[in-house]
């Protein structure tokens, strides 16, 4: 092989390379380890306000004034739901002194569909 064959099988080479990382990050739905793990940590956040949530609808269903309760919760503006919810103690876990993050509002949302 000559010199010049070379230099344009090497070129060639690292083009194609250059365009296969292209498109696999732009196109293939590749990620850097970072991003990565940034989607596994919010995959993770939101399978654990999904659980607890439904800890959360339980504590509703068990409260005596649960009717007269679902009533305030329905006519409350969809922004004051959480804190509702928080107030009324169904999203402070069994064993915790607070609220569970983020759970509020997913838990006011499971109430109000569950009466659809």
């Known amino acids: 092989m000559n010199s010049e064959k070379i230099k344009t099988t090497l070129w060639g080479a690292a083009g194609g390379a250059a365009l296969t990382i292209a ?20 995959s993770a956040d939101r399978a654990v ?3 607890l949530a439904t800890i959360c609808v339980d504590q ?10 679902f009533r305030v919760l329905k006519e409350e503006g969809s ?7 928080e107030k009324q103690g169904w999203a402070t876990m069994p064993g915790e002194e607070a609220p569970a993050t983020r ?7 499971l109430i109000l569909q569950a009466a659809l």
Request: net charge positive; aromatic share 14%; proline share 2%.
């Open 79 to 85: 922004w004051k739901r959480r804190e509702y919810v």
């Open 49 to 51: 306000v999904e659980r």
């Open 60 to 69: 509703f269903n068990r409260d005596p004034m649960k009717v007269e309760k």
């Open 23 to 42: 498109l696999g990050f732009f196109w293939g739905g590749w990620v850097t380890g970072g991003t990565a793990l940034e989607m596994a940590r919010e």
């Open 103 to 109: 759970v509020g509002s997913k838990c006011a949302e």
